[in-house]
């Protein structure tokens, strides 16, 4: 992912604000709509799945409905967090590892020009290389236990953070580094009060990348190595034919990813709301 | 010795291909220099070794036949990817019901471990082009999606008002205006595309293949052969460098005026 940097056009891209309101009826509400469309349009989706899955009687071997997967769901449900419990913790500890590992890092290239002309270029030269396809080789590095996994998720998810914390280090607003130093700031002052703050914004954008990355680094662990987790769990129904565990074992899997990247997204609420720092 | 490290540090793109080379030598050797302490070879393998293992499986042809899979089946999809993901992205950006509707739809989407999916896809598709072709459709989509609705977005809007008064056509504005200002952002959406894509497909012959460099890598890594699985790994490595390098060019070369 060395492409997305943050703070460009990706990173602020869907601000529907500037738009010129549509007249109809139906857009009026402008709180409601950002809430009430896209659930909408996810009823009407499962109503359809449904439909076509009692309709055309699809077995459930192959799409199973979304009633039968509930039902698999709450009928497996202490297997399914069993599993679930074990991937979270995973994902967890390697996305606050990553955020560690990324800021020391980050840090070092934003303030050392050493560092960064040494360390930066292999950096992104690794980024290019298809990280899961070193999957294997963690397995063969760290073992079956959770310490491959976690190795590969950190591995998977530190470099946005990277990214993150040093482009948002450096591109500070100059005239606020210029007055700290015409009042006489010292280095530990400026970046607690001016380059920590202005670089928030970009370390948590980071951030929503590496959980992501994080989450995928332990799932394909996962898949790999199978001892236990949703990935194995995964597997395990693949080999069995077991459709509806599959689908129960990914719509727990999502709601997890949606968790940590809820989390990640108040953190950022929060801590900005403190700092006062202006959102664009 | 003087002149030469004058040369190096000079602007020009001859000298960084030159630190680029050698700053890649440099960590060549010492790789090669620290395989001499370290011999557990599981551990650690020389990168003579990860060369002479890519050198057998060029003789012994495995590589071509790993080579067609892979690449077949991602140079498809990636295209196919390509041109939906614009198409998407000019819809959503077209239609502000469409983008508000579907944009959180699409964004949840891209949240969620699409690479989960892989065993599921194995199932209902088979082993072979049919799994990879869409698992690596679904991971190579969004970038595009994002980027194209960005861009379209991100049009000048004096540009568009200054159009709209010489009484241009909507179609005359998006062929003049938003589509050129927005190629440069597709293009970097693009560019992320073939990241992605790399990832999806080594993902899905991880599982569902019986050809293909993540199918290598992974016959490789249950032999414990790790020089195996490194040469696969860059030849892989090499695949992702000349598609980000060709982007990368393709982007300066449509919007000169970016540069940071």
């Known amino acids: 992912m060395a492409t997305i940097s943050p703070g460009s056009p990706v990173a602020a891209s869907t601000a529907a604000d500037d738009l010129p309101p549509a007249g109809s009826a139906l857009m009026r509400a402008d709180v409601l709509r950002p809430i009430v469309l896209p659930i909408g349009t996810a009823l009407v989706v499962l109503l359809a799945w449904q439909f076509c899955c009692d309709y055309y009687k699809i077995p459930p071997l192959a799409l199973p409905a979304p009633t039968v997967i509930y039902h698999t769901l709450v009928r497996n449900f202490p297997l399914l967090m069993e599993h679930a419990a074990q991937t979270a913790y995973e994902v967890a500890l390697g996305f606050v590892l990553s955020i560690v590992l990324g800021a020391i890092l980050g840090m070092g290239i934003a303030y050392s020009r050493l560092f960064r002309e040494s360390v930066y270029p292999n950096l992104v030269f690794f980024q290019l290389i298809p990280k899961v396809a070193l999957a294997p080789l963690f397995i063969m590095w760290f073992g079956l236990g959770s310490e491959s996994r976690l190795a590969f998720a950190v591995f998977m998810s530190f470099f946005p953070m990277v990214l993150s914390t040093a482009s948002g280090l450096s591109n500070v607003d100059p005239n606020a580094i210029r007055l700290c130093e015409a009042l006489t700031a010292t280095r530990l002052q400026t970046f607690i009060a001016v380059r920590f703050p202005f670089a928030l914004p970009s370390i948590f954008n980071g951030m929503k990348i590496a959980v992501t990355m994080s989450m995928i680094g332990v799932v394909v662990g996962e898949f790999i190595t199978s001892q236990a987790g949703l990935g194995y769990l995964i597997l395990f129904a693949a080999s069995r034919a077991e459709s509806p565990i599959i689908f129960a074992a990914i719509a727990v899997l999502c709601t997890i990813g949606l968790l940590f990247f809820g989390i990640v997204v108040l953190g950022e609420k929060i801590v900005l709301r403190w700092y006062g720092t202006p959102t664009r | ?260």
């Open chain 2, 1 to 260: 010795l003087r002149q030469v490290l004058e040369f190096l540090e000079q602007d020009t793109r001859l000298a960084s291909a030159l630190r680029v080379l050698l700053s890649i030598l440099c960590v060549l050797i010492i790789w090669q220099l620290v395989s001499l302490f370290v011999t557990n070879r599981l551990l650690l393998v020389p990168p003579a070794d990860v060369g002479a293992a890519l050198v057998k499986e060029v003789q012994l042809g495995n590589m071509w036949n790993n080579a067609v899979a892979t690449i077949t089946a991602v140079v498809t999809s990636f295209l196919v990817s390509v041109a939906i993901g614009i198409a998407i992205g000019l819809a959503l950006a077209s239609s502000r019901l469409l983008s508000l509707t579907g944009g959180p739809v699409l964004s949840a989407l891209n949240s969620v471990p699409i690479i989960a999916l892989a065993p599921l896809f194995v199932a209902w598709l088979g082993l072979g082009f049919a799994s990879k072709f869409v698992l690596v459709l679904l991971v190579a989509v969004f970038p595009v999606v994002v980027t194209t609705e960005a861009g379209l977005r991100a049009a000048d809007k004096p540009l568009i008002e200054a159009a709209r008064s010489f009484n241009a056509t909507k179609w005359q504005i998006f062929t003049t205006v938003t589509f050129p200002y927005a190629l440069p952002f597709i293009v970097s959406g693009v560019r992320v595309a073939w990241a992605r894509a790399l990832v999806g497909i080594v993902v899905a012959e991880f599982f569902g293949s019986f050809a293909g460099f993540g199918f290598a890598i992974l016959s490789a890594s249950q032999t414990f052969d790790t020089a195996r699985v490194l040469g696969y790994v860059f030849v892989l490595g090499a695949m992702g460098l000349i598609g980000s390098i060709a982007f990368a060019s393709l982007e300066r070369h449509l919007a000169p005026w970016r540069q940071e």
